[in-house]
RNA sequence: GGCGCGUUGGUCAAGUGGUCUAAGACACCGCCCUUUCACGGCGGUAACACGGGUUCAAAUCCCGUACGCGUCACCA
């Protein structure tokens, strides 16, 4: 049989990165088989319904590289794939159950009854009175009053299905809410909508969140009431998030950046957030490879590598994935992607691809780039302790030795000379008359015309992006603040 | 609280009864390299939640406890 995985978020306009590991799990599980990968739009819920969310969401996936086969505005031969335009099958199916006896229409007034002495109160009010309605006079109300559609649940006995993850999980009967199917505005509940869907549109695996392995021996006991044979299930442990006093809880927007659009605008790459989300609770058999194209994932991708308990979100970690994949990117690639985050260079304009090749090895994310570049738009203000450096044994005294030599020697640098390699070789030269150590004489050349303690690039790499005329203007005023 | 699921270093994790004096990665620390910082190279600190079983042998199987997470909606 053909595996056929399906991601079906409700569409609240935002794809939480736990979301998009489901999303991306079902589609490596369906590509690894050559299956299908279908993506459902699960908007049952009018109250929460957002107007531009399925277009998010798939730009979203979009982004991650994340393909359906079918689904809305895809196409495919198991649709409409958008819940609320198949309200009729819902409604077919609800009715073949009432006819069955595996549901009953019910009148009760609210979702929430309050039961007067605290009794039967484990439904959360709910008295299961409507049961008892004889078939016939309820089909007669069902044409005059407003209901709600619920599951008759065994009062007795146990369900249990087969979790590919966790095993047999059961549970008792009498712990089963006759939950609602069809709601009162005739929509139907993720609990329902869930169940026909996955059948009819022949989805082999549910791969989705361990919130749903409570709520699986009810659908367990629609498929066997409709007839028809449940699919696998998979149920993937959480991602937590690791809040700013060290504890942990489900991910949310309180640990910051937790959505894929967030972390892409942060300048982490599409490629690095699916990698290292991929990892966040699954890891390949047999290898201890970390680094993964898509592709790769997929060939790598198997059920057996999932794990069974909550991972933690790391941005550390997340951080160094993205370094390594700006490492291995291409040069003009970076320095495209990376221009963006710049902002306004100024008359650094020109300069731009040299300053790139500088940053390009020492950032882990994009939005980083501002700040490592600020002292190149504007000196620091002055410091006289960075001109001491003890493992090159630099003080200001010796800097204020060396500097009006340098000085002299970078003005008679013509202006067509003025660039890394021949900068580096006069200065080099300079360094070896004179008897200096590299590393010591280089020191305070840097700090003169930076300003700045750690910097992209060394002494001649900046000299030669800031220029002649602004180089020796900031040594100059550097040498007079240190006089 | 009931029910369910889980628990290997700070984090991600390998490990499916002996090869575990428990892999790898991030982070951290040290050394080396070095035109600073970084990169890179080498090395180090650091874990089987606890208590009972079963077995010649348990991180691995069973039971209990603790802790964590989930769930108990006309939300998904």
Redesign the pocket.
Known sequence: MKVRTRF???PTGYMHIGNLRTALYAYLFAKKNKGDFILRI?D??R??YVPDAVDFIKRTLKAANIVADEGPGIGGEFGPYVQSERMEIYKKYAMELIEKGAAYPCF?????EETANGEDN???G?NRACRDIPADEAKKRMENEPF?VRQKMPLTGETSYFDVL??A????NE?L?D??LL???G?P???FANVIDDHLMEVTHIIRG??????TPKHVLLYQALGWEPPAFIHL??V?G?AADGS???LSKRHGATSFEDLANMGYLPEAIVNYVA?????P?NS?Q?IFSMDELIEEFSL??L??????F?Y??L??MN??YL?AMDSAKFSELAKPFAGDLGALEAEWEKIAALLK??ISRLDEIPAEIAFLKEMPPFDASLYI?K??KVTAEFAKEILPNVLELLETVPDNEWE?DKL?EKLNAFITEKGYK??AA??PI?ISVSGK?????????ILAILGKTESLARMKNSLQNLT
């Open positions: 079906a978020p409700s699960e049952t819920d109250a929460r009760c007034d609210d979702k929430r484990k439904f959360g709910y709600v966790h095993g999980i059961s549970f008792n712990e809410e939950q609602v709601k009162r505005d929509m509940t993720y609990n361990a919130e749903f392995i409570t709520s442990a959480p937590m690791k942990v809880s489900k990892l966040l609770g699954w890891n058999k201890t970390e057996e590598g794990s069974k308990s909550n991972s933690v790391d550390e970690k951080g160094w370094g390594e490492k090895t020492r450096n493992r090159n890394n580096y590299k590393g280089l020191w840097r303690s750690a910097t992209p690039g060394g002494a001649t790499e």
